[in-house]
């Protein structure tokens, strides 16, 4: 009888070289595709060191820094820049060189993300999207170097069933991350929402290009006053305002699985983690229980005369 031969074993996964993963990621989301104005790829790290353990998060900030320490990650990677406009130092008695010295102290890497996953397929604005259960149609605004029509900013969607904007709006607050913020609406409430653009982070520069779509709604965040007031006196448009950092946040989720994929293809022993500490700025919301209604019509009568001893200027109650 032959000799049984012996089972081949089996490759050993090892940890990839810093290089490795940040080519890889390059890949995912290459830099060339970011803004001018942008600040992306790699703020520090040893591209030689083994990576072994990956945490994905919306911002840069100590409390991610501190979090990664604890996890043992040997790489951050962060939707935001930590340095957007640059800077001339990197002390630790600044916030930001804080940062910096607690991941170069305990050899973490970070990587930035930033517009060139935005316009990615799939992007923060396909992860949007998916978290909202929406079906995408195409990018808000196209991609001109993607012969596919695919990449670009935003996306175009459509629900479902049709809902109306109140109904839409609650399944926006009930998908995306909770922050004190929650969400706002602009427009009818009762308004029926059929199709629907998305843009992860602040998407009121976008508007012109949102009502070219000839969409029902809206979903963005960062919305500013005479925007929103001049978009909602052009059309019917519904506006949907989340908090930034709760629109970009399932990108990290995305980001991660697609990493997790290159590591199984090329065989690497990689952890990807998604934090889920909430850095969203804001701590606290304050509803307001009963609406300002003034009991009279102000009139000129009721101003004080030439003779009163205040000024228009001291009055403490006028607006600005």
């Not at 196209?142 to 459509?158: F, H, K, M, N, V």
Request: hydrophobic content about 40%; glycine content about 6%.
């Amino acid at each position: 009888m032959p000799p049984v031969p012996s089972p081949v074993p089996s490759p050993v996964p090892s940890a990839p070289r810093l290089s490795e993963v940040l080519a890889a990621l390059d890949a995912l989301w290459p830099p060339e595709r970011a803004e001018q104005w942008d600040a992306v790829g790699t703020v520090c790290g040893d591209p030689d060191a083994p990576v072994n353990r990956v945490l994905f998060a919306v911002d840069p900030v100590q409390d991610i820094a501190e979090e990664a320490v604890r996890l043992g990650a040997q790489l951050i990677v962060t939707h935001h820049p930590l340095y957007l406009r640059g800077t001339t130092t990197v002390a630790a008695g600044t916030f930001k060189g804080r940062v910096v010295h607690t991941l170069i102290k305990n050899d973490i890497a970070l990587h930035v993300a930033h517009t060139n996953a935005d316009s990615a397929d799939p992007g923060v604005s396909d992860a949007l999207a998916g978290a909202l259960d929406l079906r995408i149609l195409g990018p808000l605004v196209p991609d001109p170097t993607d012969p596919a029509g695919r990449r670009g900013l935003g996306r175009i969607c459509e629900l479902d069933h049709p809902a109306t904007l109140r109904d839409f709006a609650a399944r926006v607050a009930h998908r995306l991350p909770a922050t004190a913020q929650g969400v706002r609406i602009a427009g009818d409430p009762d308004a029926l929402v059929r199709t629907v653009a998305v843009s992860g982070g602040s998407g009121d520069s976008l508007f012109d290009r949102v009502r070219a779509a000839g969409v029902d709604a809206f979903v963005t965040a960062d919305l500013r006053h005479h925007p929103v007031s001049e978009a909602t006196q052009h059309s019917p448009l519904g506006l949907i305002d989340a908090a930034h950092w709760a629109t970009e946040w399932p990108w990290c989720e995305q980001a991660a699985a697609q990493l997790d994929e290159v590591s199984d293809r090329h065989g690497w022993d990689l952890r990807v983690h998604v934090s889920k500490t909430v850095t969203d700025p804001w701590s606290a919301h304050q509803a307001s229980t009963v609406p300002y209604a003034p009991s009279a019509t102000y009139s000129t009568a009721d101003a004080p005369s030439s003779s009163s001893s205040s000024s228009p200027s001291s009055s403490s109650g006028a607006p600005n």
